[in-house]
Protein backbone atom coordinates (compact mmCIF):
# COMPACT_ATOMS: atom_id res chain seq x y z
CA UNK A 1 0.00 0.00 0.00
CA UNK A 2 1.51 3.32 -0.85
CA UNK A 3 1.52 6.04 1.63
CA UNK A 4 2.64 9.50 1.10
CA UNK A 5 3.89 11.41 4.28
CA UNK A 6 4.32 14.83 4.05
CA UNK A 7 6.68 17.24 6.38
CA UNK A 8 8.40 20.61 6.76
CA UNK A 9 5.18 23.36 8.01
CA UNK A 10 5.46 26.15 10.06
CA UNK A 11 5.04 29.85 10.85
CA UNK A 12 6.96 31.92 9.12
CA UNK A 13 7.00 35.26 8.20
CA UNK A 14 6.39 36.99 5.01
CA UNK A 15 9.36 36.63 2.70
CA UNK A 16 10.89 33.76 4.30
CA UNK A 17 11.25 30.83 3.01
CA UNK A 18 10.03 26.52 3.88
CA UNK A 19 10.83 23.20 2.02
CA UNK A 20 8.29 20.74 2.14
CA UNK A 21 8.94 16.76 1.74
CA UNK A 22 6.55 14.21 1.01
CA UNK A 23 7.97 10.62 1.74
CA UNK A 24 6.06 8.04 -0.55
CA UNK A 25 6.69 4.79 1.06
CA UNK A 26 5.21 1.34 -0.03
CA UNK A 27 5.20 -0.23 -3.35
CA UNK A 28 4.47 2.21 -5.86
CA UNK A 29 4.61 0.28 -8.82
CA UNK A 30 1.57 -1.01 -7.64
CA UNK A 31 -0.50 1.86 -8.78
CA UNK A 32 1.68 2.78 -12.11
CA UNK A 33 1.29 4.06 -14.33
CA UNK A 34 1.65 7.34 -12.54
CA UNK A 35 0.37 10.20 -14.33
CA UNK A 36 1.01 13.57 -12.25
CA UNK A 37 2.88 14.05 -8.78
CA UNK A 38 2.20 16.93 -7.03
CA UNK A 39 1.28 19.28 -3.97
CA UNK A 40 -1.98 20.84 -3.22
CA UNK A 41 -3.08 23.71 -0.82
CA UNK A 42 -6.47 24.02 1.04
CA UNK A 43 -6.63 27.75 2.53
CA UNK A 44 -9.25 28.04 5.56
CA UNK A 45 -12.98 28.67 3.42
CA UNK A 46 -11.44 27.79 0.15
CA UNK A 47 -11.38 24.86 -2.03
CA UNK A 48 -8.07 22.33 -2.36
CA UNK A 49 -6.37 23.85 -5.17
CA UNK A 50 -3.40 22.52 -6.98
CA UNK A 51 -0.09 24.75 -6.76
CA UNK A 52 2.48 22.30 -8.61
CA UNK A 53 2.62 18.87 -10.19
CA UNK A 54 5.41 17.03 -12.38
CA UNK A 55 4.26 14.52 -15.13
CA UNK A 56 6.82 12.65 -17.83
CA UNK A 57 6.11 15.70 -20.01
CA UNK A 58 5.82 19.58 -17.74
CA UNK A 59 5.99 20.92 -14.63
CA UNK A 60 3.05 22.91 -14.03
CA UNK A 61 2.20 25.78 -11.52
CA UNK A 62 -0.33 27.33 -10.02
CA UNK A 63 -0.22 30.99 -11.37
CA UNK A 64 0.41 32.82 -8.04
CA UNK A 65 3.42 30.85 -7.22
CA UNK A 66 5.30 30.76 -10.63
CA UNK A 67 8.89 32.62 -9.74
CA UNK A 68 8.60 31.24 -6.08
CA UNK A 69 7.83 27.99 -5.81
CA UNK A 70 9.68 24.92 -7.34
CA UNK A 71 8.67 21.31 -6.96
CA UNK A 72 11.48 18.60 -7.24
CA UNK A 73 11.80 14.84 -7.51
CA UNK A 74 14.41 12.99 -5.46
CA UNK A 75 14.53 9.57 -6.45
CA UNK A 76 17.00 8.43 -3.63
CA UNK A 77 15.61 9.47 -1.16
CA UNK A 78 11.85 8.67 -2.25
CA UNK A 79 10.46 12.16 -2.06
CA UNK A 80 8.16 14.96 -3.64
CA UNK A 81 9.58 17.89 -2.44
CA UNK A 82 8.21 21.52 -2.44
CA UNK A 83 10.60 25.00 -2.05
CA UNK A 84 9.03 27.59 -1.48
CA UNK A 85 10.41 31.21 -1.07
CA UNK A 86 9.17 34.70 -0.54
CA UNK A 87 5.79 33.49 1.30
CA UNK A 88 2.99 36.20 1.29
CA UNK A 89 -0.15 35.65 3.80
CA UNK A 90 -2.09 34.31 1.11
CA UNK A 91 0.29 31.08 0.75
CA UNK A 92 -1.34 30.00 4.37
CA UNK A 93 -2.44 26.51 3.62
CA UNK A 94 -2.96 22.89 4.79
CA UNK A 95 -0.91 21.04 1.74
CA UNK A 96 -1.67 18.04 0.27
CA UNK A 97 1.37 15.70 -1.55
CA UNK A 98 -0.69 14.01 -4.13
CA UNK A 99 -0.18 10.88 -6.71
CA UNK A 100 -2.01 10.23 -9.12
CA UNK A 101 -1.98 6.47 -10.26
CA UNK A 102 -4.52 4.38 -11.75
CA UNK A 103 -6.07 5.52 -8.46
CA UNK A 104 -5.33 8.85 -6.74
CA UNK A 105 -3.12 8.78 -3.11
CA UNK A 106 -3.36 12.17 -0.55
CA UNK A 107 -1.33 12.79 2.22
CA UNK A 108 -2.20 13.75 5.31
CA UNK A 109 -1.52 17.71 5.11
CA UNK A 110 1.23 19.86 6.50
CA UNK A 111 0.18 23.25 7.75
CA UNK A 112 1.77 26.27 6.35
CA UNK A 113 0.97 29.71 8.15
CA UNK A 114 3.04 32.77 6.49
CA UNK A 115 2.25 35.69 8.96
CA UNK A 116 4.13 38.31 10.72
Known amino acids: QVQLVESGGDLVQPGGSLRLSCAVS???????????MGWYRQAPGKERELVAS??????NYEDSVKGRFTISRDNAKNTIDLQMNNLKPEDTAVYYCYIQGYVGIWGQGTLVTVSS
Open 26 to 36: GSISTIYPIRI
Open 54 to 59: ISTARV
